[in-house]
């Protein structure tokens, strides 16, 4: 057996069709053609692509590819493939293996099945798929995988990949810009970084197909809290438990295999809960990547005879799991625009950076809290485990005050009395982590990135880097056209950083995001508190959002209103399904449960009082009043259920119609809950045959 450890460095990407590969058996000249379209993203020839193809295919079939698909990227969330052979009639009855550039470059998948927003009707079936030349291919189950955007017949963007491109493309427009005012002309290209943190649980799959609230919903619709979940914080870190370990370890090679740079693995605080962490890459490189992660963590746990979870809440009262993404921005030639930097010129580029950021994110706390906004996200953020649904950065003591020191013309002390000013700012002993960690904030600035921790465990990541990218873009754009016509660069990029820093400060906040004293603070600063996903998402198509998408062509206004449709559509059917399986549950399951067990008293007592006629009011009659009572109350409730889910059918508003599901549905199934969950604690575990929560989150024991 070949010990997987001694040979990471030969297995890892030896399934993608990458730089390596690529220049060993392409001719110079079209490996220069195609390194020069992925660094330009200029259009590549039909015959370059001819010879490309011919290449991928060879090493695909040497590797035991028989098929190939383009791989992209729907707005369902996940990825979509349609898989064709290899295999071409010769003429004499025979098959030979062919794969032609136009093959490669563009695919043909039907569109109207995606989900469109309106942008594609029914009978409208033409889409197309193109190929993402940045992205390496790979091969996934004997198929060799493209990496493809996704638009309709007529040009609009149907997936997650277009806009994330775009996005790319606006930040780097116009973060040269800026750099260009620096002096700095060395660089061709800035890209956006990612570093995704996943998290995830891990049950015994047997469990898992007991209850079609996991099944059907990913997450339980029903659970008391069990005596022991996670208040002994002995699962964090911990030793991971050996069936854990061997999914993780088939995880890491097959992940590894595909280049991906999967680096840190390790128990969180729930129970059954885990998470693995990559290496940054490029955002788009990043985003495919996450993708792979969530799809192999899925499939390789079933091998295991494990289910993966990867809703946001899947269990009440238990943490859930999100995906904090690490962005940061940097130049071809590997500068990294958040770092302070060792020279006061560099300082001032980091510092207006920085404030880029800054008032960016104060400009658009709407549009983030939309890029996190889904009905499986409401129930972690603002939980104890989460942010709040309430957008802020943190930026640490010790840079909070040098900015401070900026705004105001006053001393900064660090190893000295140093007067800030802009041009002669010296912050080359800024240490990186001058203050502890703060898990409460929705936006860290973690020494030379920032880490946005509001995205829920199944997200794409490509939805908050399209809106980080585009925001950061656009007030860039506004810095560069004030500094372009600037007479006096120095003082007056000094005043545009005072001048940001003062207007935008409000939204810096180092405190604890979970006290209930900071949404006080935060209504007195005027930041948003966008509660749930109805209240969030009409601010995707506020006039000033879609003027800046459009002004830096990342969506027209058809997309982002298709998007909106989109999102609100995802919302109602999510909780609709919620409401549907919860009321078979009861009605199947919970009902037959209670009945059981009351018959089942009944007739001890009946025994007892054969026995005993003197009896006036045993123990078992007490619980079989209490069940009584209970049970009454659950016929009323899930009838008020089964009656709003049945009556919001009838709204035609997408938006009217999620925030019925939200005030009407959604509440109605919160307190059906709070009966069944009570009836849990009661019933007969002889007669209760849906596995408790203690019995899920402890199933994997060995």
Same mark, same amino acid.
């Given at each position: 057996?070949?010990?997987?450890?001694?040979?990471?460095?030969?297995?890892?990407?030896?399934?993608?069709?990458?730089?390596?590969?690529?220049?060993?058996?392409?001719?110079k000249?079209?490996?220069?053609?195609?390194?020069k379209?992925?660094?330009n993203?200029?259009?590549?020839?039909?015959?370059?692509a001819?010879?490309?193809?011919?290449?991928?295919?060879?090493?695909?079939?040497e590797?035991?590819?028989?098929?190939?698909?383009?791989?992209?990227?729907?707005?369902?969330?996940?990825?979509?493939?349609?898989h064709?052979?290899?295999?071409?009639p010769?003429?004499?009855?025979?098959?030979?293996?062919?794969?032609s550039?136009?093959?490669?470059?563009?695919?043909?998948?039907?569109?109207?099945s995606?989900? @469109?927003?309106?942008?594609?009707?029914?009978?409208?079936?033409?889409?197309?798929?193109?190929?993402?030349?940045?992205?390496?291919?790979?091969i996934?189950d004997?198929?060799?995988?493209?990496?493809?955007?996704?638009?309709s017949?007529?040009?609009?963007?149907?997936?997650?990949?277009?806009?994330?491109?775009?996005?790319?493309?606006?930040?780097?427009?116009?973060?040269?810009?800026?750099?260009?005012?620096?002096?700095?002309?060395?660089?061709?290209?800035?890209?956006?970084?990612?570093?995704?943190?996943?998290?995830?649980?891990?049950?015994?799959?047997?469990?898992?197909l007991?209850?079609?609230?996991?099944?059907y919903?990913?997450?339980?619709?029903f659970?008391?809290?069990?005596?022991k979940g996670?208040?002994m914080?002995?699962?964090?870190?911990?030793?991971?438990?050996?069936r854990?370990?061997?999914?993780?370890?088939?995880?890491?090679?097959?992940?590894?295999?595909?280049?991906?740079?999967?680096?840190?693995?390790?128990?969180?605080?729930?129970?059954?809960?885990?998470?693995?962490a990559?290496?940054?890459?490029? @955002?788009?490189?990043?985003?495919?990547?996450n993708?792979?992660?969530?799809?192999?963590?899925? @499939?390789i746990a079933a091998?295991?005879?494990?289910?993966?979870?990867?809703?946001e809440?899947?269990?009440a009262?238990?943490?859930?799991?999100?995906?904090?993404?690490?962005?940061?921005?940097?130049?071809?030639?590997?500068?990294?625009?958040?770092?302070?930097?060792?020279?006061?010129?560099?300082n001032?580029?980091?510092?207006?950076?920085?404030?880029?950021?800054?008032?960016?994110?104060?400009?658009?706390q709407?549009?983030?809290?939309?890029?996190?906004?889904s009905?499986?996200?409401?129930?972690?953020?603002?939980?104890?485990?989460?942010?709040?649904?309430?957008?802020?950065?943190f930026?640490?003591?010790?840079?909070?005050?040098?900015?401070?020191?900026?705004?105001?013309?006053?001393?900064?002390?660090?190893?000295?009395?140093?007067?800030?000013?802009?041009?002669?700012?010296?912050?080359?002993?800024f240490?990186?982590?001058?203050?502890?960690r703060?898990?409460?904030?929705?936006?860290a600035?973690?020494?030379?990135?920032?880490?946005?921790?509001?995205?829920?465990s199944?997200?794409?990541?490509?939805?908050?880097i399209i809106?980080?990218?585009?925001?950061v873009?656009?007030?860039?754009?506004q810095?560069?056209?004030?500094?372009?016509?600037?007479?006096?660069?120095?003082?007056?990029?000094?005043?545009?950083?005072?001048?940001? /820093?003062?207007?935008?400060?409000? /939204?810096?906040?180092?405190?604890n995001?979970?006290?209930q004293?900071?949404v006080?603070?935060?209504?007195?600063?005027?930041?948003?508190?966008?509660?749930t996903?109805?209240?969030?998402?009409?601010?995707?198509?506020?006039?000033?959002?879609?003027?800046?998408?459009?002004?830096?062509?990342?969506?027209?206004?058809?997309?982002?209103?298709?998007?909106?449709d989109?999102?609100?559509?995802n919302?109602?059917?999510?909780?609709?399904?919620?409401?549907?399986?919860?009321?078979?549950?009861?009605?199947?399951q919970?009902?037959?449960?209670?009945?059981?067990?009351?018959n089942?008293?009944?007739?001890?007592?009946?025994?007892?009082?054969? /026995?005993?006629?003197?009896?006036?009011?045993?123990?078992?009659?007490?619980?079989l009043?209490?069940?009584?009572?209970?049970?009454?109350?659950?016929?009323?409730r899930?009838?008020?259920?089964?009656?709003q889910?049945?009556?919001?059918?009838?709204?035609?508003?997408n938006?009217?119609?999620?925030?019925?599901?939200?005030?009407?549905?959604?509440?109605?199934?919160?307190?059906?809950?709070l009966?069944?969950?009570?009836l849990?604690?009661?019933?007969?575990?002889?007669?209760?045959?849906?596995?408790?929560?203690?019995?899920?989150?402890?199933?994997?024991?060995?």
């Amino acid at each position: 057996m070949v010990n997987i450890n001694s040979n990471i460095p030969g297995i890892f990407g030896s399934m993608v069709f990458g730089d390596a590969v690529m220049k060993e058996r392409l001719p110079k000249d079209i490996y220069k053609a195609l390194k020069k379209t992925i660094a330009n993203g200029t259009h590549l020839e039909l015959d370059v692509a001819n010879v490309v193809a011919s290449a991928m295919k060879d090493w695909a079939i040497e590797k035991g590819a028989t098929h190939f698909t383009h791989w992209f990227q729907p707005m369902t969330g996940i990825t979509a493939e349609k898989h064709d052979s290899f295999i071409v009639p010769d003429g004499d009855g025979q098959a030979i293996m062919e794969f032609s550039g136009k093959a490669l470059v563009k695919g043909e998948p039907d569109a109207s099945s995606f989900p @469109s927003g309106g942008l594609r009707t029914t009978f409208e079936a033409r889409g197309y798929t193109a190929w993402d030349p940045t992205s390496y291919a790979f091969i996934k189950d004997n198929t060799l995988c493209i990496p493809t955007a996704f638009c309709s017949y007529s040009g609009e963007a149907l997936d997650m990949k277009t806009p994330l491109l775009r996005s790319m493309q606006a930040l780097n427009h116009q973060a040269l810009r800026v750099l260009h005012l620096f002096g700095v002309t060395d660089a061709k290209r800035v890209v956006s970084s990612v570093g995704p943190e996943q998290e995830y649980f891990l049950i015994d799959k047997d469990v898992f197909l007991k209850r079609p609230d996991l099944m059907y919903c990913g997450r339980t619709l029903f659970g008391a809290r069990p005596p022991k979940g996670q208040e002994m914080e002995d699962h964090y870190f911990g030793a991971i438990k050996h069936r854990v370990y061997e999914f993780m370890k088939e995880l890491n090679e097959e992940l590894w295999k595909l280049g991906v740079y999967a680096k840190t693995q390790h128990n969180e605080v729930a129970p059954a809960q885990h998470e693995l962490a990559p290496i940054y890459r490029e @955002s788009n490189i990043a985003t495919d990547h996450n993708q792979l992660v969530m799809e192999l963590m899925k @499939s390789i746990a079933a091998k295991h005879n494990l289910a993966c979870l990867l809703h946001e809440k899947p269990f009440a009262g238990v943490n859930g799991s999100g995906k904090h993404i690490n962005w940061s921005i940097s130049t071809d030639k590997g500068i990294n625009l958040l770092e302070p930097g060792d020279t006061p010129f560099e300082n001032a580029q980091f510092l207006l950076f920085l404030v880029a950021v800054i008032k960016a994110v104060d400009d658009y706390q709407d549009l983030l809290r939309v890029s996190v906004a889904s009905a499986g996200n409401d129930h972690r953020l603002g939980a104890n485990e989460a942010p709040p649904a309430i957008v802020s950065i943190f930026l640490g003591d010790e840079l909070t005050e040098i900015l401070n020191a900026l705004e105001n013309d006053t001393l900064y002390e660090c190893k000295g009395k140093t007067l800030m000013e802009i041009g002669a700012t010296v912050l080359p002993h800024f240490p990186k982590d001058t203050t502890d960690r703060n898990r409460t904030s929705p936006f860290a600035f973690t020494g030379n990135k920032f880490e946005f921790r509001m995205l829920g465990s199944s997200f794409s990541i490509a939805g908050p880097i399209i809106i980080l990218n585009t925001i950061v873009a656009e007030v860039l754009r506004q810095f560069a056209d004030e500094l372009e016509k600037s007479n006096d660069f120095k003082s007056d990029l000094s005043k545009l950083i005072k001048r940001t /820093i003062k207007q935008h400060k409000r /939204i810096i906040f180092n405190g604890n995001g979970y006290d209930q004293s900071w949404v006080k603070e935060a209504e007195r600063r005027g930041l948003l508190n966008l509660k749930t996903t109805p209240e969030a998402l009409p601010a995707l198509i506020h006039p000033k959002n879609v003027e800046m998408f459009a002004r830096h062509r990342v969506f027209t206004e058809h997309e982002i209103h298709s998007r909106y449709d989109i999102l609100l559509e995802n919302y109602s059917k999510a909780i609709n399904i919620e409401a549907l399986t919860m009321i078979d549950m009861v009605n199947k399951q919970v009902i037959p449960a209670v009945l059981d067990y009351e018959n089942e008293l009944a007739e001890l007592i009946i025994r007892k009082r054969a /026995i005993s006629p003197d009896i006036i009011a045993s123990p078992e009659e007490n619980l079989l009043n209490k069940i009584a009572r209970l049970s009454e109350c659950l016929e009323k409730r899930l009838e008020y259920l089964t009656e709003q889910t049945v009556a919001v059918r009838d709204i035609k508003d997408n938006l009217e119609l999620a925030k019925a599901y939200r005030e009407r549905v959604y509440m109605a199934m919160s307190e059906l809950r709070l009966v069944v969950d009570e009836l849990e604690l009661l019933i007969s575990s002889r007669h209760w045959k849906i596995p408790t929560y203690a019995e899920i989150l402890y199933s994997v024991n060995e």
